[in-house]
């Protein structure tokens, strides 16, 4: 099974109720897949067959107001379509679950993965999770209705996948009982804003400055809230399901000296090259963020506190910023610690180039340089597999 | 099931909503207020039926009750001077009319 | 839910911040009065936005939900399908926009809606340009009207939102006006009994858009239907009846000349107008079952 | 870890033979398997790729293959198409190619590991019906002692079900039969 068979699958899981989904390059197999599971009836669903993202989303809002689990998939320039009702759905509270497959936005186009679609989206107010595998998927879309629903939280989540190298990579996946998924996800209880014509209320009417404030923090509490509430709900996933997972996970990190920090697929391919580097004696480890929002800086900081020289691998471009947006968090997240490790950032995996062992390895190779004093660290991302010629790609005939 | 039945009720709603009924005293923004001539009035209801506000009260074909409006709201648009088959309707400045 | 702040006789308060002689004003009383408690409105931001309320504060005692300026029509999809998830039958919800949020930016969305067959009513509030945010041109707004992004006058015809929605083969399309509201109460109550999607296109005069005194929003939308500039129809099914026939229509210039976005209008100009409502309401009749 | 990468032309079930591989390798024989298929605008006749990881533990890494164990060429169309198949390949690099006869020319002769050859359109035509080579190819490829031709046969039977199933397979273990090594 494949991250987005993954996904659909998960979707029947939980029991979805309304689907609204249009199709784009690498998500559509889940809208096709929900379409086929609402068709021979294995999943009670009312499926809407939207004309573009934005409107999926917007189904999706007034589905979810009405008292039901909606859901929705999409993917790159669909996800920016989407923009401005994504803030609908996470202002008004709708614990929303969507399967993002990551890739990247135009221009350049690209059907290819990298991050920029939701790291575009990382301010919008949405729980953000980042799997490995279609395992991952299909736990982390389970575990991201709980945390979404639970009263404490009340946030729509996204669960994000690499396009192709999870969406379309096939790889066994544990799927579990109805049963037990259903004790683990009792039917959808809306207990905050809804929308019924024997308990009237209206919904997202106009809101003065003196109450934009703090409905503002409202939201921002409920993601410290959701530190608790994903603990909580990745130990019952644990017991009932026997996968432990959390915000973050460390391979290796224990005893290294050189780490690299990672998100999505990029870390499977980052243990090869841990355990390849291991071999030849040198102490490198990898830490893969799951969870992005909220930002898990406490967890990254403990783990981290004991190594010198840490690098951070994005696959979004951080334009105009002074690194890539998971290399700025980090290093705020390591900033103040007695000694200040190091911390480099790197910018590779654009528009679908692979984050193959060997360009994984050179970042290794660059964080141990660091280390072992022979280079020294530039600050913001050090771009680390482009091209000599990247200025000189498109080459016209000029008449001189 | 009703939807409501399956919610809980909370005490506190978080986001953007309003859960009281109201309404703004807009009799304050009239310039010219309608008066009517309760006899020349044949209660046809014309003026209530087209009343942006719904603030007149004709109680139909009654010739016994008179018509009243709320001029708590009334804004003085005069609509209800304007559709008047009968014309009894006038509008007249606000200031000066008891 | 709601905590009663006020009296009202219907399901809207009494006092809204509309303008003066505001011909939305007194349609959303009319089509709610119609509806029934039982509905759940979706309403964009714009004029309509009004009765959404402000901070805790709503004007309507129905259920209901703001959304953006392109997604009336999506929203109230996704209600219906949720409501039908639900076992849910007997609640109309009720998409209530503008022109500009229906005929421009929410055009896609609602086609998407008729095309689905979701069965919600939608009623388009025409005022004939962006109002709310100060008398800006949409693409309803008529030929040659003044708006303060047409300065001159508008130079396109405006968009044929009847025969747009028509084209969709959806089970009920009409036209309506403030002008006839038993046309009007007649027209709601039949779309709320549509099988799927119903679309109502719905002539509001603005007093403060359009240049006219407030008083006369009755008196315009009337003769917007007897110079056949605004014929009252309705399409059930595809079978085009008219409802308020017009046999011996009053000059269009009668019309233009009560409004100060038409002062500018020369007789040659007025001309091209009343031939073209002659055309339109000649195919009309040919259209007719 | 082993490492493939094959090459064919959009048509040919190039990609859905990557995943044929990986789930009679991960299903039937309990091993672990990875594909990653290269998706793009391609469309019927253009070359196309599919990359496959195998092993006998979890598989960690998620990328393309760069140094292939093993190349399989689905269509010796793709050389004149300019794809070089011998990239990335090492000493002991396996080809498998579908074709009648070999050509000395060909540029994974005699450089490499060793060649397996086989007429699958021939045998995909005379089993199947249709020039659709992949289940033939996974056949000839079990030669190569990589997978077993029960696992693949599996996976076939698992992926087209009934009628289709049977042909499948029958195509595949014809092509078992039939594949030489070059020499």
Known sequence: MDGNAAAAEAMRLARVQVISAYPITPQSPIAEKLADFVAEGSLKAKYVRVESEHTAMSVAIGAQLTGVRACTATSSVGLALMHEVLGVASGCRLPIVMAVVNRSLASPWSLWCDHQDSMAERDSGWLQFYAEDPQEVLDYLLIAYRVAEDPRVLLPAMVCMDGFFVSHTPAVVLVPEQETVDSFLPPYNPANLYLDPDDPMFVNDLTPPSDYTEMRYQHKVAFEEAFKVITEVQEEFFRLFRRRYSFIETYKCDDADVVLVTLGSMSGTAKYVVNELRAKGYKVGVLKIVVFRPFPADQIRNALKHVPVIGVMDRSAGLGAEGGPVWIEVSRALSGLEPMPKVAGFVGGLGGRDLAPHVIEKAFRNLIDIKEGKIEMRQGSKWIDVREDAMKIREVKVNV | ?98 | MYEMMTQAKGLVSHGISTCHGCGLELAVRHILSVLGPRTIIVIPPGCAALFSGFGKETAVKIAGIQGNLENTAAIAAGIRAGLEMKGIEDVTVLALAGDGATVDIGLQALSGVFERGDRILYVCYDNEAYMNTGIQASGSTPLMAWTTTTPGKKPVWRKDMLKIAAAHRIPYVASASVGYIDDLRKKIAKAKEAKGPAYIHLQTPCPTGWGFDPSRTIELARLAVQTRSWPLVEIVDGRVEITVKVDKPRPVSEYLSMQRRFAHLTQEEIDLIQQNVNKDYQELERMKT | MIQLKLYGLGGQGVVTAGKLLATAVAIYENKYAQTVPAYGHERRGAPVYADVILGEEPILVKSFVYKPDYVMVFDLAVLEKGVDVTEGAHANTCFVVNAHQLNPEFPFINKFGSVYYVDATKIALEVLGIDIPNSAMLGAFAATGVVSIDAVCAALEETFKGKAGERNVEAARRCYEAVRKFS
């Open chain 2, 1 to 98: 099931m009703r939807p409501s039945e399956s919610f809980p009720k909370v005490k506190y709603l978080y986001g953007p909503v309003a859960t009281i009924f109201a309404s703004t005293k807009t009799g304050s923004w009239r310039i010219l207020r309608p008066v009517i001539q309760q006899e020349k009035c044949t209660r046809c209801g014309t003026c209530a039926k087209h009343c942006p506000l719904d603030v007149i009260e004709v109680d139909r074909g009654n010739k016994e009750k008179e018509v009243v409006i709320d001029f708590e709201y009334c804004k003085g648009c005069g609509i209800c001077a304007n559709v008047c088959p009968r014309k009894c309707i006038e509008m007249v400045p606000e200031r000066g009319v008891k």
